[in-house]
């Protein structure tokens, strides 16, 4: 198996962006890759202060690369769900009344990327091309060498504050998504996020799930392997690859029979029955056929 690798073993310094890439000892949301380079290229965008576009099928970690991220910078990090419904208060913030010395006032509440610009977070932005083409052009500002936003809440351009950084991620070919603007997409550099496989997700089973038997981690490892390998080649869809439904199932395996845990927590959150066959023959060739 090749090695693993954490951000804790890329050891740089950068004299642009933040002072420095800081090492966070015990940091709960390591990101495992087997290629250095990937770990690399993603701290030194972030750190120059590049926008970083994560790209890779669902459940391939690109959210916990995001939070890995931030801690290894030390950034506190603002989230946003993209979907249909995204509108500007649920990116900027909305006013609303409150009582203040016996009286109804209006008060501003700020929303995750003027929190993010003001404090000097980290903003993730997920399945960026989830939302509507007409809610993000707001963000084109913030995104460029400009840094600003001209909130239309309050009438205030605010500039972000020097450690503001921003990571996106999208999910491509899924129903509900468009394909990304070019004038947006062109404000990021892109990183290509694969599935996590051998030492990699062994050690990640190892850190994130309940699972302690060496041996039902390496079945487990070698099983998403082959559920990878099944879904690139169209036989299952990619939610039966996701590295968060694999933990789950591994969180189930240290307390209940580990074919049934495949079950529960892979096979049942597909829709087509052949697929939940197929995950079943799988599984069964590691674990055994499920007792009824």
């Known amino acids: 198996m090749k090695r693993s690798w954490t951000f804790d073993d890329i050891d740089m310094v950068l004299e642009r962006g ?6 966070v000892e015990g940091a709960e949301d390591r990101y495992y890759s087997a290629d250095p380079a990937l770990l690399e290229d993603a ?32 950034l506190p990090m603002e989230s946003i769900n993209c979907s249909v419904d995204l509108d500007a208060e649920a990116l900027l913030g909305f006013k609303t009344l ?3 010395d016996g009286q109804s006032v209006i008060r501003y509440v700020e929303g ?9 977070h980290l903003l993730y932005i997920d399945e960026i091309n989830m939302a509507r083409p007409e ?27 020097h450690q503001f950084r921003v990571i996106a991620a ?16 062109n404000r990021f550099v892109v990183l ?18 309940d699972l302690r038997d060496a041996e039902q981690i390496r079945l487990f490892t070698d099983l998403s392997s082959d559920l990878v390998a099944a879904a ?32 529960r927590a892979i096979a049942a959150k597909l829709d087509d029955k052949r697929e939940q066959d197929l995950v079943m023959e799988l599984a069964a060739g590691y674990f055994g056929l499920e007792r009824r």
């Open 170 to 185: 999208i999910n491509e070919g899924y129903v509900g998504t468009a394909p990304m603007n070019e004038a947006l997409k």
């Open 18 to 23: 933040l002072e420095q890439a800081y090492r």
């Open 43 to 74: 701290l030194t965008a972030v750190a120059l202060g590049k926008n970083l576009l994560l790209r890779g099928p669902t459940g391939s970690g690109k959210t916990r690369l995001a939070e890995s991220l931030a801690a290894r910078l030390r």
């Open 98 to 100: 409150a009582l203040e």
């Open 192 to 209: 290509d996020v694969p599935y996590i496989q051998g030492e990699s997700l062994a050690a990640l089973i190892e850190r994130q799930s």
């Open 232 to 263: 690139e080649a169209g036989e299952v869809s990619e939610e039966a690859a996701s590295v968060r439904a694999l933990l789950d199932a591994c969180d189930l395996a240290a307390h209940i029979p580990p074919i049934r845990a495949v079950r």
């Open 112 to 120: 995750p990327v003027v929190r993010a610009m003001r404090r000097g």
């Open 135 to 161: 809610a993000l052009p707001i963000l084109n500002g913030v995104l460029d060498y400009r840094r600003q936003l001209s909130n239309p809440f309050t009438a205030e351009t605010i500039t972000a504050h």
